[in-house]
């Protein structure tokens, strides 16, 4: 969509290219397997059961859908509201066109108050960015805080989940890491429970709060009105990040942004209910300006990064849609692919089908291809948006777009060409496709077909084909037998 | 150009002509909209699915009282950090000479310890409580004690969002909000190891409301 060599260009690091075979690899892993069914049915449930005691559920996310709507055809005149608010309030806002540009100006904003440690809770931007390691180059120590968060910071790999980072692990895994990573503040008894693996995480981090110089955490919204960030946790860890070190950097995407806190009350009733169910999550906080002479604690400085990277992009175009998005996992709790081959498959940090339409956008089609691929269009995603994103339909705008530019793989370009010049000549077509019946027929034992020749072998190697019964749609159709 | 205005005019261009999609209006779902008894109700219903300890008293002056009996029940807390707000400071904490309170609010101090802190407002529709920062409230004691308890006054209870919100503002002074507005739903807890429920992540492991009358 931007054009090539274009320095402010979105950038975004995938490995989605390998989507195939980290798939391949996710359906043997036992553990793995053990984890999403947790989402699979667990999440999906408690979604079910949550949404079932509000009657208006339903009526609440057309209305989400519609303020969305609204927010994106008037973006540019709220963010401009919002940053008008957030310098009343005795804060700065800062706007990057891109990662590098984003993480610039973290670390500028890191350097200017010599920060040594900084601590950060939860936030998908910054891991989009690849923040982490930017600062770390600079020198800084950087804390994760949500524990999910801080199991995949200590492990070097890329969340599973956007809500459950590390859910693909067993606490056997978390118990290893935490006795490998906690060595050095001197915690040299290995522990094994689960509640014992909390308490150690909190003691642990509860140093880093006190100690870190700037807290980072994201932002779940933005409210034009007041000039506030929301954020919405479950730990406690956003508001530690945001209220123990003297400087709090916010940063998040510039599609975040709602109105009034009306809107926010709207949102915050979808967001924990289609999460996990939940009425309420268990922190839900508003953080407007630094610190006020009078408040006995607080940050002496506040500072929003709104972060553009291919968002711009997005909007006017098909995709636009996905600009709605709140990040609540429901639609890869409720994916088929996702539940079977879970987060890190993908290559990128956001997975499911939210992260099929995302990572493209972000990392370029000829780096995410095989994302909006991965999708058995069941629907079951845009069934469970609660800002009704038509996900199959977005996906299928990139399989259009790849298909035109050539990225599928030859094999798949052949048959799909030859089935189109085909299919527009209906004489032929019903003579192949007749032909076709009578020839998987003949190849049948017992009805099955157990080896299909040539690439088409690939589908049979791990299944068997049923043959076609009674003839052609179309010949059943002439001779009037609908059933 | 620099980020800010070419991001700007970027999406001046891209500003969809004339058919910008109304909002008008607002929805609020029955859960919010509860009044009068039946508000109270809900949220002691919604405050236990949360997890918080509830003690229903008809006086300011039981305050103190209570809080030594749950401590008690507890184990060894010598120590309640009480917050600064006036009506915490005026209730009679000679009467419970067994417990010593400590005004002392800076983050070695509240680091794992009991406090109590008055709050702004707390929410029928979900069970959570409303806390904000000002002179008298640091916004810390909601998260580095290990036991909160919060005095909540009946008059508090606002049905929805919708409430807490004027609640916020009316104490930011109308139009502005105060720099930092909690709405804490129950102990800290996190699903992050194996998706099961651990209560004392990162903030406290009980929160305790103390409902007076009035």
Same mark, same amino acid.
């Given at each position: 969509?931007?054009?090539?060599?274009?320095?402010?260009?979105?950038?975004?690091?995938?490995?989605?290219?390998?989507?195939?075979?980290?798939?391949?690899?996710?359906?043997?892993?036992?553990?793995?397997?053990?984890?999403?069914?947790?989402?699979?049915?667990?999440?999906?449930?408690?979604?079910?059961?949550?949404?079932?005691?509000?009657?208006?559920?339903?009526?609440?996310?057309?209305?989400?859908?519609?303020?969305?709507?609204?927010?994106?055809?008037?973006?540019?005149?709220?963010?401009?509201?919002?940053?008008?608010?957030?310098?009343?309030?005795?804060?700065?806002?800062?706007?990057?066109?891109?990662?590098?540009?984003?993480?610039?100006?973290?670390?500028?904003?890191?350097?200017?108050?010599?920060?040594?440690?900084?601590?950060?809770?939860?936030?998908?931007?910054?891991?989009?960015?690849?923040?982490?390691?930017?600062?770390?180059?600079?020198?800084?120590?950087?804390?994760?805080?949500?524990?999910?968060?801080?199991?995949?910071?200590?492990?070097?790999?890329?969340?599973?989940?956007?809500?459950?980072?590390?859910?693909?692990?067993?606490?056997?895994?978390?118990?290893?890491?935490?006795?490998?990573?906690?060595?050095?503040?001197?915690?040299?008894?290995?522990?094994?429970?689960?509640?014992?693996?909390?308490?150690?995480?909190?003691?642990?981090?509860?140093?880093?709060?006190?100690?870190?110089?700037?807290?980072?955490?994201?932002?779940?919204?933005?409210?034009?009105?007041?000039?506030?960030?929301?954020?919405?946790?479950?730990?406690?860890?956003?508001?530690?990040?945001?209220?123990?070190?003297?400087?709090?950097?916010?940063?998040?995407?510039?599609?975040?942004?709602?109105?009034?806190?009306?809107?926010?009350?709207?949102?915050?009733?979808?967001?924990?209910?289609?999460?996990?169910?939940?009425?309420?999550?268990?922190?839900?906080?508003?953080?407007?300006?630094?610190?006020?002479?009078?408040?006995?604690?607080?940050?002496?400085?506040?500072?929003?990064?709104?972060?553009?990277?291919?968002?711009?992009?997005?909007?006017?175009?098909?995709?636009?849609?996905?600009?709605?998005?709140?990040?609540?996992?429901?639609?890869?709790?409720?994916?088929?692919?996702?539940?079977?081959?879970?987060?890190?498959?993908?290559?990128?940090?956001?997975?499911?089908?939210?992260?099929?339409?995302?990572?493209?956008?972000?990392?370029?089609?000829?780096?995410?291809?095989?994302?909006?691929?991965?999708?058995?269009?069941?629907?079951?995603?845009?069934?469970?948006?609660?800002?009704?994103?038509?996900?199959?339909?977005?996906?299928?705008?990139?399989?259009?777009?790849?298909?035109?530019?050539?990225?599928?793989?030859?094999?798949?370009?052949?048959?799909?060409?030859?089935?189109?010049?085909?299919?527009?000549?209906?004489?032929?077509?019903?003579?192949?496709?007749?032909?076709?019946?009578?020839?998987?027929?003949?190849?049948?034992?017992?009805?099955?077909?157990?080896?299909?020749?040539?690439?088409?072998?690939?589908?049979?190697?791990?299944?068997?084909?049923?043959?076609?019964?009674?003839?052609?749609?179309?010949?059943?159709?002439?001779?009037?037998?609908?059933? | 150009?620099?980020?800010?205005?070419?991001?700007?005019?970027?999406?001046?261009?891209?500003?969809?002509?004339?058919?910008?999609?109304?909002?008008?209006?607002?929805?609020?779902?029955?859960?919010?909209?509860? +009044?009068?008894? #039946? !508000?109270?109700?809900?949220?002691?219903?919604?405050? /236990?699915? =949360? &997890?918080?300890?509830?003690?229903?008293?008809?006086?300011?002056?039981?305050?103190?009282?209570?809080?030594?009996?749950?401590?008690?029940?507890?184990?060894?807390?010598?120590?309640?950090?009480?917050?600064?707000?006036?009506?915490?400071?005026?209730?009679?904490?000679?009467?419970?000479?067994?417990?010593? +309170?400590?005004? #002392? !609010?800076?983050?070695?101090?509240?680091?794992?310890? /009991?406090? =109590? &802190?008055?709050?702004?407002?707390?929410?029928?529709?979900?069970?959570?409580?409303?806390?904000?920062?000002?002179?008298?409230?640091?916004?810390?004691?909601?998260?580095?004690?290990?036991?909160?308890?919060?005095?909540?006054?009946?008059?508090?209870?606002?049905?929805?969002?919708?409430?807490?919100?004027?609640?916020?503002?009316?104490?930011?002074?109308?139009?502005?909000?105060?720099? /930092?507005?909690?709405?804490?739903?129950?102990?800290?807890?996190?699903?992050?190891?194996?998706?099961?429920?651990?209560?004392?992540?990162?903030?406290?492991?009980?929160?305790?409301?103390?409902?007076?009358?009035?």
């Amino acid at each position: 969509m931007t054009p090539p060599n274009d320095q402010h260009a979105p950038e975004m690091h995938v490995t989605s290219e390998r989507f195939s075979e980290n798939a391949r690899h996710a359906l043997d892993d036992k553990v793995l397997q053990g984890g999403l069914f947790i989402f699979a049915k667990g999440f999906t449930a408690l979604r079910e059961i949550g949404i079932s005691q509000v009657p208006e559920f339903g009526d609440m996310r057309d209305r989400a859908r519609d303020v969305k709507n609204h927010v994106l055809e008037n973006l540019g005149d709220y963010l401009k509201q919002f940053e008008e608010r957030v310098i009343a309030n005795g804060g700065r806002v800062h706007w990057a066109r891109n990662a590098s540009e984003a993480n610039e100006i973290i670390g500028r904003l890191c350097a200017e108050v010599n920060a040594k440690t900084v601590v950060k809770s939860k936030s998908m931007v910054t891991e989009e960015l690849e923040l982490n390691p930017h600062l770390e180059k600079q020198g800084i120590e950087v804390f994760e805080s949500d524990l999910g968060e801080y199991i995949i910071q200590l492990r070097k790999e890329k969340p599973f989940h956007i809500v459950g980072p590390a859910l693909h692990l067993t606490k056997e895994q978390v118990s290893d890491t935490f006795y490998e990573a906690h060595q050095r503040y001197g915690r040299t008894e290995k522990v094994t429970e689960k509640e014992a693996l909390v308490r150690e995480a909190r003691i642990v981090l509860r140093e880093r709060f006190k100690q870190a110089d700037v807290g980072i955490t994201g932002a779940n919204f933005l409210v034009a009105e007041t000039g506030s960030i929301a954020l919405v946790t479950n730990e406690g860890n956003a508001d530690l990040s945001a209220t123990l070190p003297k400087h709090h950097i916010a940063v998040t995407g510039i599609e975040k942004i709602v109105p009034t806190l009306e809107d926010l009350g709207l949102f915050l009733r979808l967001l924990p209910r289609s999460a996990l169910g939940l009425d309420t999550a268990n922190y839900l906080s508003l953080y407007t300006g630094p610190k006020r002479d009078s408040d006995p604690d607080g940050p002496e400085t506040f500072d929003i990064v709104l972060v553009d990277n291919g968002r711009s992009d997005m909007l006017g175009s098909e995709f636009q849609d996905m600009l709605r998005c709140i990040r609540c996992g429901a639609c890869l709790n409720g994916c088929p692919v996702f539940t079977s081959v879970g987060g890190q498959a993908y290559g990128s940090v956001y997975s499911g089908p939210m992260g099929a339409v995302w990572t493209p956008a972000l990392a370029g089609i000829t780096h995410a291809a095989n994302l909006p691929n991965a999708s058995t269009f069941c629907g079951k995603c845009e069934e469970v948006c609660p800002v009704r994103i038509p996900l199959p339909n977005l996906m299928r705008h990139w399989r259009e777009r790849e298909f035109e530019k050539h990225y599928t793989p030859t094999g798949q370009r052949w048959g799909m060409g030859a089935w189109r010049w085909i299919a527009g000549k209906p004489a032929l077509y019903r003579l192949a496709s007749s032909m076709g019946g009578r020839v998987l027929r003949a190849m049948a034992r017992k009805g099955w077909v157990k080896k299909l020749p040539g690439f088409a072998g690939g589908w049979t190697e791990m299944r068997d084909l049923k043959a076609p019964e009674g003839g052609s749609f179309l010949e059943q159709y002439e001779k009037g037998r609908r059933s | 150009m620099d980020a800010r205005d070419e991001i700007l005019g970027k999406l001046a261009r891209k500003k969809h002509g004339g058919g910008a999609t109304g909002i008008s209006g607002h929805m609020k779902p029955a859960v919010a909209m509860k +009044t009068g008894e #039946e !508000m109270v109700a809900q949220f002691r219903e919604k405050a /236990a699915k =949360l &997890s918080c300890g509830l003690s229903e008293l008809s006086r300011m002056s039981e305050v103190p009282g209570e809080i030594e009996r749950v401590l008690g029940e507890i184990g060894t807390m010598p120590v309640l950090h009480v917050s600064d707000e006036p009506e915490l400071a005026s209730l009679p904490w000679e009467d419970v000479p067994g417990l010593r +309170t400590s005004r #002392e !609010m800076d983050r070695d101090a509240l680091d794992g310890v /009991a406090a =109590l &802190s008055a709050c702004a407002a707390a929410s029928a529709e979900t069970g959570a409580l409303v806390l904000t920062s000002d002179a008298d409230h640091a916004t810390a004691i909601g998260y580095l004690p290990d036991f909160h308890f919060v005095l909540l006054r009946k008059s508090q209870i606002v049905s929805g969002f919708e409430g807490i919100w004027a609640a916020a503002r009316t104490n930011g002074g109308n139009r502005d909000l105060p720099r /930092a507005v909690n709405i804490i739903g129950g102990p800290s807890r996190t699903g992050d190891i194996e998706a099961t429920m651990v209560m004392g992540a990162h903030g406290p492991r009980s929160v305790h409301i103390l409902l007076v009358d009035g």
